[in-house]
């Protein structure tokens, strides 16, 4: 018989709230998406090969170019247009979802994927895609700004761990159906059907949204806390009891009370002695927000910045992407098997090691994770530049599955919660706003740069692999950072709490 623990929780997640989440996090989804959308199909749109299984069949007729000759510096550019765009959506949607509202800022992430999208798949020329693929990464980089915040503050308190790690989920959810469509579609023209899914992920969010509500704490800070506390019991579900998650809100509390009395359906919802919210703490007028650079020039926030920027910049630097964005071309003949089915396998890993991990933070606590992350990867790096240097294909693939396992239980999914935990809600937005253009530019670093590294080192020293060395050494120093800077958040109830100070207030 379930205990009631997991009643209660069961309870938690209506099925409303369960809809919000599935629309929200098609914007990671599409990050995911765009980010390995060309890695199947690097050969075959560069004009390389007419396929990358080899099929000798006959291509299907299209009145656009079957592919669109470039050098390997100028796709890595190309590449390196999403992570340029998202640098740009990550630093603007934390001020504009701020103060105009976190619906708002997803509803403009939609046209954005819907336009970018749109280019790439007619595109015949480099920059034409190279605008497309801007575009697209302006959107990415906003929602995974904006998504993260909108979980945290619609999902049950006790559960934000796990509706945290979604964000990571539905990424790899993104990059799994790329490769496994890059994996059918990568021969002729029909590279281009896969870049047109993302305009159709585009319509269906943008559709969606229109069906979503704003985020009951950002209405609660910036116009009505009483509209806040409908719209919050309506996503919690009949006669759930949200007076503690309104504790600070102003308005009259009252109102919660009772909407979950009027609302609940089963008649055996004990009322709670009504109260009337006096002197609040919290005045009821808009919440004034912190800003981009404000943020960084007081005292009480730089801990915090520089604790997300130093985790982003760590769960790039440890080397991810260097298999998500160039596995195909990397792997090629050094594994025993196709290096495009290869890669499906490693995207299947990525996202069933991040849902089965996805209780970790909950768990363990995100220091923890973080910790056991980057001490996987820095190994895997390290066995798998030796596997590569000595040519031991099955220690490399086992090497690179490991790797990305590993980037699951933690750097995955930790990174992107941390922000909402570690700075009050006045400064969140703009938190965000660095956590993510932090993690674009060493996107960047990593996008525009590994693949020229990689053959530079190859040619300079012999051999492959030598590239993942570095990212060894840069996991150990991430370890060092992680463990002497960063606060476990985990059963901390703000940032007070977390960074061990007295609160403002007191």
């Avoid at 699951?408 to 992107?416: D, K, N, Q, R, Y």
């Amino acid at each position: 018989m379930p205990s009631a623990g997991m009643r209660q929780c069961v309870r938690n997640v209506s099925v409303y709230l369960v809809f919000l989440i599935l629309i929200s996090t098609l914007g990671p989804l599409q990050f995911g998406f765009h980010l390995s959308e060309l890695n199947a199909p690097q050969d075959v749109i560069t004009c390389k090969q007419t396929s990358v299984a080899n099929d000798v069949a006959s291509q299907p007729e299209s009145n656009l170019p079957q592919c669109i000759p470039m050098t390997e510096a100028e796709f890595a550019a190309l590449s390196s247009m999403f992570v340029l765009g998202g640098f740009l959506g990550a630093i603007t949607a934390g001020p504009i979802s701020t103060s105009y509202g976190r619906l708002l800022a997803m509803r403009i992430t939609s046209v954005f994927f819907v336009l970018g999208s749109a280019l790439e798949t007619l595109a015949g020329t480099v920059p034409i895609m190279s605008i497309g693929r801007f575009l697209a990464g302006v959107g990415a980089g906003a929602s995974t700004v904006i998504v993260p915040l909108y979980i945290s503050e619609v999902a049950p308190p006790k559960e934000r761990g796990v509706f945290g790690s979604l964000t990571q989920v539905t990424i790899n959810s993104g990059i799994l159906i790329t490769q496994t469509m890059g994996y059918f579609l990568s021969r002729g023209p029909l590279w281009r059907i896969i870049l047109g899914v993302g305009a159709c992920i585009g319509l269906v969010q943008g559709i969606g949204l229109c069906f979503v509500p704003e985020s009951p704490a950002w209405l609660a800070a910036h116009k009505s806390p009483a509209v806040a506390i409908r719209t919050l019991q309506r996503i919690r579900g009949k006669g759930y009891s949200i007076e503690e998650e309104i504790e600070g809100w102003g308005g009259d509390k009252g109102i919660a009370e009772e909407e979950r009395l009027l609302n609940s359906a089963d008649g055996d919802v004990t009322p709670t002695p009504r109260r009337q919210s006096t002197a609040s703490t919290k005045s009821q007028k808009a919440t004034p927000h912190v800003g981009f650079f404000q943020v960084v020039r007081d005292p009480l926030y730089q801990p915090a910045i520089i604790a997300v920027i130093g985790i982003m910049f760590a769960q790039q630097f440890c080397g991810i992407n260097s298999i998500m964005m160039y596995s195909v071309s990397l792997l090629s003949g050094v594994l025993p098997y196709s290096s495009a089915g290869v890669t499906i396998l490693i995207s299947i890993v990525n996202l069933l090691t991040t849902i089965a991990c996805a209780p970790l933070a909950d768990k363990i606590g995100r220091k923890a994770c973080l910790l056991l992350s980057i001490s996987g990867m820095g190994t895997m790096s390290l066995l798998l530049a030796i596997s590569l240097r000595m040519e031991i294909k099955v220690l490399s693939a086992i090497s690179v599955l490991g790797f990305v396992g590993f980037f699951a239980t933690g750097l995955g999914p930790v990174p992107f919660m941390m922000a909402s935990e570690l700075v009050g809600q006045e400064a969140v937005g703009a938190t965000q706003s660095w956590c993510l253009g932090a993690n674009y530019v060493a996107t960047y670093i990593v996008a525009q740069f590994f693949p020229i590294l990689n053959s530079w080192l190859n040619d300079r020293f012999g051999g492959k692999g030598w590239a993942y060395f570095g990212f060894a050494a840069l996991a150990a120093l991430s370890f060092l950072f992680v463990g002497w800077w960063v606060p476990e958040t985990k059963g901390k109830k703000d940032p007070d709490e977390v960074w061990g100070r007295t609160s403002r207030l007191d």
